[in-house]
Structure formats: C-alpha cells, structure tokens
C-alpha cells in the first residue's frame, strides 16, 4: 500500500491534494512526469502528473480534481489510508531550456500540473511569466506557490470575481504583442490548450502542451491513449505527455476524451448515491 | 480391453453449451473425469520412438506421464510433466496441439492423435485439487540474487528453476498483477485466473519475491539493479507493443488495440462493470481484424459482452489463419462469422467521431510470399461496406521499446527484438539474459518457457561457474 502523508482540500473541496508515500518513484521522478494510481481491487488505473516530490521524504505529491467516480473514490481517502496501487514515474520529463522569456499558461488542475515546470524553468535562468485561470476566485488554485514560482503572476477568472475579467488568452494575447516571447507553456482543459496554441502560432511562438487522454497501462502496451500530433499517431504515455501544441489535433482528443462519458456517468451517480445512503 | 486401442475413437472433451457459454465467462471445456482420461490414456501406444516428444518444444515425457496416469499414479505423473514444463495446467489448456505434440502422434496417421493436451491438462488440474500442495525440495541458499523482468509463463519459468536450485529470486512487474499475457491477454474462459494466481502462489511460497508495479526502464534500471545487489538479470517483458492498420479513421472512438481491449476485460475485470470501475465498449456490431488466437480472443469476449454479431476480417483464407484450431472451432460454434480474404481500407465515423462502419477490399489469392503463404491480392473494384460500432485491432505486436531504448548496451535487432545467443538465452550485456516473446516476437507460452528454462540453467552456470 502508497500511504497518504497529507491531504488537502482546495477550491471548496473539488481539488485535492494528496501527498503519498512513493519513494522509489520519487526519486526517479522528474517534472512533467506522472503516475497512475489504482485505489483498491475493483479499482481503475487513473493517470496524475506530480506536482512535487521530495525525494529526501520518499514522497510524491498529487492534486487532482473531482470529475467522476475514480476520483471521488479518492476524495474519500484519509490521511493513513492509501492507494493499492501506484506507479512511475511514467511519460517523457519535460524539455527544460533556457531561452528568455517564457510564458507558462495554466486552467483548472493544469496548474498543479504546471507548477513544477514553471519554477524549474525559473530556476534555470527563464524569464518566466505566469497566467492562471479559474470559472472563479474560489475555484482558483496555487496562487501563492505560482507566485513563487515565476517572476510576474497574472489570474484571470471568467466572472470578473478576480483578476483579470475573461480568458486566459486574452492576457496572453497582450503580453505576445509585446514581442520577445521566446515559449509558451500551456496546461489546461482541452479548449483552453487549443485556443492558447492557435494564438501563439499566429506570433510564430513554439508552444508546449501536456496532453491528457485516457490511458490504461501508461506504458505503450495498449495504444488507449493514442493522439494525432502533425499528422502522425503518438502514444501519449511513453511520447508524450507533452507535445508540440501547433501540431496537435485538439477535436480529436476532445472526441476520444468523451468515449465512456454515458458509463462514467453511471458509475459516478451510483457511487454518490451508496456514499450518501452510508 | 475388447478393442485394440488404435481403434478407439479420441474422447471428447466435455464443454459448456455453445449457445449458453457465448454469454458467459465460464471456462469452455469442462474437463476430463478420472475414467474418461484413463480411456483416453489407452489410446497411447506408447511408443518406443515417440513422435510426439519430438513436436513438444520442451520434450515432454509423453509416454511416460500417460504410462503414469494409466496406472492411476496421478502424481507422478504431474511430477513427470513438471520435469519439463512448470505450468502444465496452461500448456494443456493453450499449446497449440495440432502443430506440436499431437500434430507428430502416430495415433493420428490414421486417425484422431491421442489428446495430448486434454490429459496434461487433467493431470495439472487433479493435482491442484486434489494434490499435497507440497513443495519441491530446494537446494541450499547460494546468496545469489537474481531479477527477472516481467511476469509472463517466461520469467515465471525462470524464477521457478533458480529459487530451487538455491538462488534468491525477485520478478519485477510493471502491471499491477503477476502474470504475464496469462493474466491480460488470454480470457477467464479459455484460462481460469484462479489457475494462473495459483501457479503465482506457489513460486511465492518457494520464496520468489514478487514486486508489481515495477517498470523496469522507468521506476529502476536494469544498471540500478545490479547496483541493488543482483547478480544477474533475466528480461522477459514480453511484445506488448500494439500494432494498428494505418488506414484513414483509426483513431475514431470505438477502435481499440486488443490489447487494450483485453486488458479491460480481462486485467481490469471490466465485463464486471459498473460492479468495478473500468469501463469497456460494448458493441452490438463488432469487428475483429487478424484471425491469430488474439482475435478469437477479442471476438468471443465481444460476443460475452452483448454483441448482436462479431465478425472476424482477415485478408488471407482459412488455411492460413494462426489461431489454434479449437479456437476457430469454438468461435464459430459460438456463432462467430468469418469474414476472409477481406481487407479494410478505411474507417467510418460520424460527427461524433464514433465508428460507424469499415471499407473492405475483397481479395484473392496470388503467387506465394516470402513466407511461403501465397499473397493476397485486392480484387480490383471489389469495395464494401461492414456496419460496426467498435473495431477491435488484432493484426500483430512488436516489441515495446520501454526498457530496451534505456538499456543502450543491450543489442537489438532490427525489428527491437532482443539480440540472444542460442541455447543460453545470454545477451550482449554482461550479466543479462532475455527470452519468450521479447526475443523471438510474439509466438507461443511454451516457446517462451522453454527459452526460460534454457535461460534459468546458463544463469545457474554464470553464478556457480562464471559468463
Ligand atoms: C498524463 C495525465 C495526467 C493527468 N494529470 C492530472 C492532474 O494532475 N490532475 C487532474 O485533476 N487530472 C489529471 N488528469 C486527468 C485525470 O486522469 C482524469 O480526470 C481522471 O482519470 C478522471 O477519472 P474519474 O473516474 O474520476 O472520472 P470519469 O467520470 O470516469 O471521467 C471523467 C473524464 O476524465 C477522463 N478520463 C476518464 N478515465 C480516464 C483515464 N483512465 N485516463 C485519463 N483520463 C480519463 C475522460 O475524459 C472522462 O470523460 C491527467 C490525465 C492524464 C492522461
Ligand atoms: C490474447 C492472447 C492470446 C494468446 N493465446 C495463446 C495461446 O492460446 N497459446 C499460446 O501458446 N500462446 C498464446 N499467446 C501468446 C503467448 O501468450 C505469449 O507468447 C507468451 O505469453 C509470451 O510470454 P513472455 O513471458 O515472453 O511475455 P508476456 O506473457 O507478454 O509477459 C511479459 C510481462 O512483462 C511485463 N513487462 C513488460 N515490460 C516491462 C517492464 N519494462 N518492466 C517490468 N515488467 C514489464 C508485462 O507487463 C508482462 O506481464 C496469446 C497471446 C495473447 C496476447
Ligand atoms: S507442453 Fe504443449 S506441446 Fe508439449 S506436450 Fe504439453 S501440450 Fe504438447
Ligand atoms: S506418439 Fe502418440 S501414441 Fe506414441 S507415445 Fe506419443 S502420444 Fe503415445
Ligand atoms: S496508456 Fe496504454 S499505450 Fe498509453
Ligand atoms: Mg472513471
């Protein structure tokens, strides 16, 4: 068993953060990588980046949100419980450079997801500006940690509740007509991802994203996660997570993304209504 | 003892209902009783110059474990059969007998060969039922350490041999259960997983050591486990690299590998679902492409799940079909329909990006190929439509290069497979053995044993010898 060491609620409860004890994988892990984490027997096997570990503790930090069954199977884990399950450190670590201004985007759990690439970017020399966004205040993540971890913290909420009114695009938008953007880093929801891309490729900026479709073994052995990046297939697990955002094909992975969205359903209602009659 | 026992016809061997079993996971045959294997037995003539050892890729002792059974010595007859083989109850359910042992059996010159593979697999099975469960002596601790990667029937082979013959013995497995394509790959019905977990338990009860959830290019290295303290590394992580068509569409929802597919159903239990958590697509109008033991697979697990129809679509004819005959025969009895010298083309999706249909190519036969089989050609102006909601790909694996492109010392040949010396199974990197299906490609349980037990004797040499 992967006992939990600490877990946390965030955004009124519907994100979670659960640090586990790993220490083989945490000290093999690098940022960008994740792990699939299985809770018991009947389980699923459920991909989560690492948002941080701590290779001296033996531990590795997860932050997921709450969407359907497997992850409110995992809300219901204390602290001393744990997972049955869990592997890694799985998927390519992210490319890290140094090239001057950097702009690292972030939506929803992608900035747990971001947090750790933004300060290693940082820490090696970037010029690192940082966008995250949120529906609204309550739902907005890691603010102070962001902050840390990059030289200028913008947030942007859809309701106006903070910051920014609007997308996060529309202050990407204003930061690349100041020109000397050299990359972008983009982690978030799918729609999110696409539009920052279609922006960043009329500034001709590259501009990385961190894929996220459905995986089974997370090692190259079932092709479940299969996405179309310029034009050729790619396993995510093993060539991604992270990928060229001008060459993805976003409709796609939104169209594989909602395969079993009826079942999910399902499982997730009927779950909820067990743990509420309890 | 009226007739002569050449004359005597094979005996059958009992099986659930065609109709009733296409709709269950339960095991097909259900097994010979006491008096039906002894009849069968018989029917051995037991030969002084055996053919049938001959066609056993590990040479098992036929005669001589028949001989056994005939004179009710059923334990000594499983101890016979594990000499050779240390899974005799999944060889005998999924050797493919017509081409290796029975396919050489004098019997069956003239008629049905002795059922080789229905007695092995009585033999195993009374044992685990009825046996002591006792253990093999072992020999005393060397204070070696050897790792084997993966779990397959190959690396269990070799943790079986090593730990009795006094070596501490750690399988490293990426999944999070032991096993192998025993546990992922072959259904419940063709192979009971209570059959796999015990063969599983017993090399634990040896003393294996067991560490799932290792991937072993990824969690550790093959350098880092030499570090830990092994003495020598046995690879057997299988070819679990799914290969597609690459045709328009494949990445429509409704296109699985059957690994994946498998995996759902069989790893994850997801023909339980929503009762666990995995979920699987169930198709009413199912395709399965390839017509290897994979495919059946694939196409009578839809079939359990609810299909209204499953087709197999291969693009060569019948003969060339890999698959094990009795699982041909169980799928169209079954109701399986076989849809041959058809190719796809392309898939067909609609706005949801779902699978709707496949584009086939009706082909005919031409000159023979380098592998001897004779080429299938389109047939010109021969297109079709097949309406289908989930397409399950079974058309070949290759090698997954997970661990292999992190072990750059380690040489490769030029489809990825494991660059091995014959008969010791030792690779190019010092203290490093391969074998099973990372080694040859994908083929069968028992080659992959027989390379593990190759394997197990040269590492026993290197540790008590040297390279
Ligand atoms: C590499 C990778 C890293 C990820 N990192 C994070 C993270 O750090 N934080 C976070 O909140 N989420 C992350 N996700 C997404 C997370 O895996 C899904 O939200 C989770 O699997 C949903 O499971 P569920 O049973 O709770 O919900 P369900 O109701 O079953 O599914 C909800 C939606 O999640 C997606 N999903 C379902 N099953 C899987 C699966 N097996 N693998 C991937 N996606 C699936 C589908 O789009 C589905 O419609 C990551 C996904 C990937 C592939
Ligand atoms: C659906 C199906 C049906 C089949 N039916 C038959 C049949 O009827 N008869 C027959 O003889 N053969 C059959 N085969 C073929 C047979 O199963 C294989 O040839 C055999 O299992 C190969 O054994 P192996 O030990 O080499 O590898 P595998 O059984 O593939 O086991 C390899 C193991 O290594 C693990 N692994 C992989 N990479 C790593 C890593 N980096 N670190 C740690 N672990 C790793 C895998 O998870 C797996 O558990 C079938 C195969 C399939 C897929
Ligand atoms: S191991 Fe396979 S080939 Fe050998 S005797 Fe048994 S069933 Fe036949
Ligand atoms: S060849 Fe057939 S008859 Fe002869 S020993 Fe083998 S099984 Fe018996
Ligand atoms: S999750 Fe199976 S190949 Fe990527
Ligand atoms: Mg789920």
Request: glycine share 12%.
């Amino acid at each position: 068993m992967f006992t939990i060491v600490r877990r946390e609620e965030m955004a009124g409860g519907t994100v979670i953060l659960n640090e586990i004890e790993a220490p083989q994988i945490a000290r093999k892990a690098r940022p960008g990588q994740f792990v699939i984490l299985k809770a018991n027997e009947e389980g699923e096997r459920i991909p989560l980046t690492m948002a941080e570990t701590d290779p001296e503790k033996g531990t590795i930090t997860i932050i997921y949100m709450v969407v359907g069954k497997s992850t409110a199977l995992f809300r219901d884990l204390k602290v001393g419980d744990g997972y049955q399950d869990v592997i890694g450190p799985l998927g390519k670590a992210t490319h890290l450079e140094k090239v001057g201004k950097v702009v690292c985007v972030g939506g929803g759990t992608g900035v747990a997801v971001l947090h750790p690439i933004t300060r290693a970017l940082k820490e090696i020399g970037n010029d690192v500006t940082c966008i995250i966004g949120a529906r609204t205040k309550d739902l907005l993540i890691l603010e102070e940690q962001m902050k840390n971890a990059s030289h200028d913290l913008r947030i942007c909420t859809d309701d106006g509740s903070y910051g920014h009114h609007g997308f996060v695009t529309e202050v990407l938008k204003e930061i690349l007509e100041q020109g000397d953007v050299k990359q972008v880093v983009a982690i978030g929801p799918v729609p999110m991802m696409k539009a920052v891309s279609a922006i960043t490729k009329t500034y001709d900026v590259p501009t990385m994203v961190s894929l996220n479709p459905i995986m089974v073994d997370g090692t190259g052995m079932c092709g479940g996660c299969r996405v179309s990046v310029g034009g050729a297939t790619k396993f995510a697990c093993v060539d991604g997570p992270e990928f060229d955002g001008h060459q993805v094909d976003y409709d796609e992975l939104m169209m594989r993304l909602r395969a079993y969205q009826e079942d999910e359903k399902k499982c997730h209602e009927s779950y909820c209504t067990i743990r509420d009659a309890r | 003892m009226a007739d002569k026992p050449e004359k005597r016809t094979r005996m059958p061997m009992p099986e659930q209902d065609p109709q009733v079993r296409a709709r269950n996971f339960l095991e097909v045959p259900t097994g010979y009783t006491v008096a039906m294997a002894q009849e069968e037995a018989a029917r051995c003539l037991q030969c002084k110059k055996p053919g049938c050892v001959e066609g056993c890729p590990v040479g098992v002792d036929i005669p001589g474990f028949i001989s056994l059974l005939s004179k009710g010595d059923l334990t000594g007859a499983v101890r016979n059969l594990w000499s050779k083989n240390a899974l005799p109850a999944v060889c005998g359910r999924v050797c493919p007998q017509e081409i290796q042992c029975e396919g050489k059996c004098i019997v069956g010159k003239k008629g049905q060969p002795v059922a080789i593979g229905n007695l092995e697999r009585f033999c195993a099975d009374y044992e685990r039922e009825h046996g002591t469960g006792e253990l093999p002596p072992k020999q005393k601790p060397t204070g070696k350490k050897v790792a084997v990667v993966g779990s397959g029937p190959s690396g269990l082979t070799v943790a079986g041999d090593l730990i009795v013959k006094g070596h501490d013995v750690t399988i490293f497995e990426a999944f999070h259960k032991a096993g192998g394509v025993l546990i992922y790959g072959i259904p419940e019905f063709r192979l009971p997983k209570a059959i796999v977990a015990q063969e599983i338990n017993f090399l634990e009860r040896l003393g294996v050591k067991i560490e799932v959830n290792a991937v072993v290019g990824r969690t550790v290295s093959l350098d880092e486990l030499f570090e830990q303290g092994f003495d020598a590394v046995y690879v057997g992580v299988g070819a679990g690299l799914p290969r597609f068509m690459n045709i328009p569409g494949e990445n429509l929802v409704g296109i699985l590998s059957a690994n994946e597919y498998l995996t759902r159903a069989n790893l994850m239990k997801a023909y339980q679902f929503p009762k666990v958590d995995t979920p699987i697509p169930i198709g009413k109008q199912v395709v399965v492409l390839g017509a290897g033991n994979v495919a059946m697979d694939a196409a009578r697990t839809a079939m359990r799940l609810g299909a209204d129809n499953v087709k197999i679509v291969y693009r060569r004819s019948r003969e060339e079909m890999p698959a094990r005959k009795a699982e041909i025969h169980h799928a169209e009895e079954e109701g399986i329909e076989m849809f041959l010298l058809t190719n796809p083309t392309r898939y067909l999706g609609n706005d949801n990006g779902r699978l709707i249909g496949m584009e086939c190519l009706r082909m005919e036969l031409g000159e023979p190929d380098d592998s001897g089989r004779r080429r299938p050609v389109p047939i010109k102006g021969s297109e079709f439509t097949i309406d289908c909601d989930l397409c399950i790909v079974a058309v070949g694996s290759g090698a997954n290069p997970l661990l292999t492109s992190e072990t750059p010392d380690m040489q490769l040949n030029r489809w990825g497979y494991v660059v091995t010396e014959e008969k010791t199974g030792k690779t190019t990197k010092k203290g490093v053995w391969a074998g099973g299906d990372i080694v040859t490609g994908a083929a069968t349980v028992i080659l992959a044993m027989g390379a593990g037990r190759q394997a197990a004797d040269s590492i026993h040499d290197y540790l008590t010898i040297g390279w």
